[in-house]
């Protein structure tokens, strides 16, 4: 039986994102920040005091998305390990942003 090219079109269309994939893309966007914060902050730290609280925000929404993306997997463990380490890095930028001041 051979497949209709109509069909296989219609079929690709009808495709919808999912929101795994979305959490995807936002994972990517959120990483690729993360490498450009950290390289600047590896290139001058006084310069770029205030970049480690942008560092850390932005770790903690990849935790979160991660995190979320696995609850929805029904995988508890590893989502509520995502959750603490969001956690972790919401104190961190408590911290950095109170050492600036």
């Known amino acids: 039986m051979a497949v209709r090219h109509d069909s296989l079109s219609k079929n ?7 929101s795994s994939g979305i959490y995807d893309v936002i994972n ?3 990483g690729v920040l ?5 390289i600047l902050l590896f290139i001058s730290r006084e310069k770029f005091q205030q970049m ?4 850390f925000i932005l770790a903690m929404g990849m935790n979160i998305c991660l995190g979320i993306k696995r609850l929805a997997r029904r ?3 590893k989502s509520v390990a995502l ?3 969001a956690a972790f890095f919401l104190l961190m930028t ?4 109170a050492a600036l001041l």
């Not at 690709?12 to 999912?18: A, D, L, P, Q, W």
């Not at 993360?34 to 950290?38: D, E, F, K, M, R």
């Not at 408590?94 to 942003?97: E, F, G, H, L, N």
């Open 12 to 18: 690709i269309r009808r495709r919808k994102v999912s």
């Open 28 to 30: 990517v966007i959120l």
């Open 34 to 38: 993360i490498i450009l914060v950290g």
């Open 52 to 55: 480690f609280a942008v560092e």
């Open 75 to 77: 995988e508890v463990l």
């Open 83 to 85: 959750f603490i380490a």
């Open 94 to 97: 408590v911290i950095s942003i």
